[in-house]
């Protein structure tokens, strides 16, 4: 049997697959794997189920690793490094499609929440601030027929524009490296531009799908923000890097732009103390993924992967 290290605490009905499959070693206590525990997993095991609290460094893939395959628990996989995978003919997986759905649910939650100002006003609730209705309280921003720019339009970008249009009655613009799918565009009735440049001022709302590589590092900094209408929100549920989280936070202190929605910040669990202050941007904890089906899910792609790798054959979703 191959043995299985597992960083972090799975569903119970994923470890217990695992442990069926494989001699597996499990995270009781689920805590953060520090840098020797990972070149420890490297050099015991022949799978490391990392996740995105796992930075696999360069380091890590020395003479002395077993380690054959990072089957890792989750789409991105920014925390690997890929060159020296392949370079030393590692196999790395992720979990695309199966958190497609409950990603862009979040998206549409944090837009939702930011421009109808939710999080805001039950914090004024729950403080007993609230003295009762007015016409003039807690007035937000429409969504309806309001403009959405969806910069990357991946799986989640295109699963967030449907319901966008669809549910919210919303505009669809987009921006992305690669031409998107007529047949997608017709559906969304979505335009897509040639630039962000000329993205960003056409928008009420900007939600980020782009994977965290290193030419988006910073994609959206303050030059970016400042392109951005006066009255528009920014939503991030892809990575933290992707946004100069100081310039955000900057912008949304000066007003520059009306709020933001976050679920993704630089260097996790840390965020801007800045932001923490502000009313304007609606903060939550890397949730994205976060569903009871969704994990199972994940965690079960995971298995799918493994299997087809320990079977000689090819992954479904080999990223190297
Ligand atoms: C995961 C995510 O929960 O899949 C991703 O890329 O950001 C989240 O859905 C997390 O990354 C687990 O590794």
């Not at 460094?57 to 996989?77: H, Q, T």
């Not at 729950?126 to 937000?140: E, I, K, Q, Y």
């Not at 928008?203 to 965290?212: N, T, Y």
């Not at 089906?293 to 079977?311: I, K, P, Q, S």
Request: proline residues 4%.
């Amino acid at each position: 049997m191959p043995k299985v290290i597992v960083t972090r605490r799975w569903p119970e009905s994923v470890e217990t697959v695992l442990s069926e499959k494989f001699e597996v070693v499990l995270n009781v206590d689920d805590h953060a794997f520090s840098h020797a525990e990972l070149a420890l997993a490297f050099e015991s095991a022949d799978a490391l189920c990392a996740t995105v609290t796992d930075a696999i460094s360069s380091d890590l893939f020395g003479p002395e690793a077993r380690v054959k395959i990072i089957a890792s628990f989750g789409v991105g996989f920014d925390h690997v490094d890929l060159e020296s995978a392949r370079e030393h003919g590692v196999a790395v997986t992720n979990t695309p499609d199966v958190l497609t759905d409950c990603t862009a649910d979040l998206a549409m939650t944090l837009l939702l929440s930011c421009a109808r100002r939710t999080a805001e006003g039950e914090r004024e609730l729950r403080r007993g601030d609230w003295t009762g209705w007015c016409p003039t309280h807690l007035v937000g921003s429409r969504v309806w027929g309001k403009t959405l720019a969806i910069v990357g339009m991946g799986r989640i970008g295109v699963a967030l524009a449907r319901r966008a249009h669809h549910g919210f009655g919303m505009r669809i613009v987009c921006f992305d490296l690669y031409d998107v799918a007529p047949d997608i565009l017709r559906e969304l009735d979505a335009q897509q531009v040639a630039s962000l440049d000329e993205l960003l001022p056409m928008a009420d709302f900007v939600s980020l799908h782009c994977p965290a590589t290193a030419d988006n590092h910073h994609l959206i900094n303050a030059a970016r923000i400042g392109a951005m209408k006066r009255t528009a929100f920014l939503i991030n549920t892809a990575r933290g890097p992707i946004v100069d989280e100081q310039a955000l936070c900057d912008a949304l202190t000066s007003q520059r732009i009306a709020g933001a929605g976050l679920d993704v910040y630089e260097a996790e669990p840390n965020v801007v103390p800045g932001l923490l202050k502000l009313d304007n941007v609606v903060l939550v904890p890397h949730l994205g993924s976060a569903t009871l089906e969704t994990r199972e899910a994940m965690g079960l792609r995971v298995v799918e992967n493994l299997d087809r790798f320990f079977a000689g054959e090819h992954p479904p979703d080999l990223c190297t």
